[in-house]
C-alpha cells in the first residue's frame, strides 16, 4: 500500500516571494511521481511528473520539484510567485496499481 | 469540445431523486475513471474502465453506478444518495490504465445532496 502526505495545507504568500510545497510518500515499490493543480472551479491539470532520469524536474510556468529517493520525497518550488498561482496543488504518486493522491494543499498569493 | 467534458457541472439532489453525471473525452484514450474529491481529502478513485470494461470497483456503495457504453463516454448513475456524498465527482481518463499514462481530468461536477 502506498500513501501520499502532503505536510501543508494551507500556505500564504506574498506576490513574487518564494514556495515550497511539500510531499512525502510511502511505498514498497518503484514509484512515479506528479504534481497537479487544481484552479477555482476547474478539474486537476497535471503541472509536472517524474517517471526516470533527472531528478529535478520542471513545468512550463516556473515550478520544478525535485524527487529525493532517500528521504521518499517529492517536494514542489517556484522562485517567484504570481497572483495568477492562487490554485489547489495535490502531490500524486502511482504504482503499477493506482495513482493515490495528497490531500492537497491551498496557495493563495497576495499582492 | 476537447479534452474532457463532465455534465452538468453543478446538480443539486434529494435523497429519494435519480440522477446521472456524463462525462465525455474527446483524447482517443481508452481508460476513464471516476474521483470523489471531498473538501480537505485526497481524491478517492471509485472506479475505472479499461476498453469499457470495469476493471476496479474501490468499494463504492451501490448507490452509485458506472456505465461505460464505449470508450468515449463514462456515466455516474446516482440513486437514493446520502448527503455526505455531496462532493465534487471527477472524471478522468487516459491512453490506458498503466502507471506511465497521464491521466486527464475534467473540470467536475459538484453535488450537493439535500
Known amino acids: 500500500a502506498q500513501s501520499v502526505t502532503q505536510l501543508d495545507s494551507q500556505v500564504p504568500v506574498f506576490e513574487e516571494a518564494p514556495v515550497e510545497l511539500r510531499c512525502n510518500y510511502s511505498?514498497?515499490?518503484?514509484?512515479?511521481l506528479f504534481w497537479y493543480v487544481q484552479y477555482p472551479n476547474q478539474g486537476l491539470q497535471l503541472l509536472l511528473k517524474?517517471?526516470?532520469?533527472?531528478?529535478l524536474v520542471e513545468s512550463i510556468n516556473g515550478f520544478e520539484a525535485e524527487f529525493n529517493k532517500s528521504q521518499t520525497s517529492f517536494h514542489l518550488r517556484k522562485p517567484s510567485v504570481h497572483i495568477s498561482d492562487t490554485a489547489e496543488y495535490f502531490c500524486?504518486?502511482?504504482?503499477?496499481?493506482?495513482?493515490?493522491f495528497g490531500a492537497g494543499t491551498t496557495v493563495t498569493v497576495r499582492a | 469540445e476537447t479534452g474532457v467534458t463532465q455534465t452538468p457541472r453543478h446538480l443539486v439532489m434529494g435523497m429519494t431523486n435519480k440522477k446521472s453525471l456524463k462525462c465525455e473525452q474527446h483524447?482517443?484514450?481508452?481508460?476513464m475513471y471516476w474521483y470523489k474529491q471531498s473538501a480537505k481529502k485526497p481524491l478517492e478513485l471509485m472506479f475505472v474502465?479499461?476498453?469499457?470494461?470495469?476493471?476496479e470497483n474501490n468499494s463504492v456503495p451501490s448507490r452509485f453506478s458506472p456505465e461505460c457504453p464505449n470508450s468515449s463516454h463514462l456515466f455516474l448513475h446516482l440513486h437514493t444518495l446520502q448527503p455526505e456524498d455531496s462532493a465534487l465527482y471527477l472524471c478522468?481518463?487516459?491512453?490506458?490504465?498503466?502507471?506511465?499514462?497521464?491521466?486527464?481530468f475534467g473540470p467536475g461536477t459538484r453535488l450537493t445532496v439535500t
Open positions: 478522468a481518463s487516459s491512453q490506458g490504465p498503466d502507471r506511465e499514462y497521464e491521466q486527464y
Open positions: 483524447l482517443g484514450h481508452n481508460a
Open positions: 474502465y479499461n476498453f469499457k470494461e470495469q476493471t
Open positions: 517524474y517517471l526516470s532520469g533527472s531528478t
Open positions: 500524486a504518486v502511482r504504482d503499477d496499481y493506482k495513482l493515490s
Open positions: 511505498s514498497s515499490v518503484s514509484v512515479y
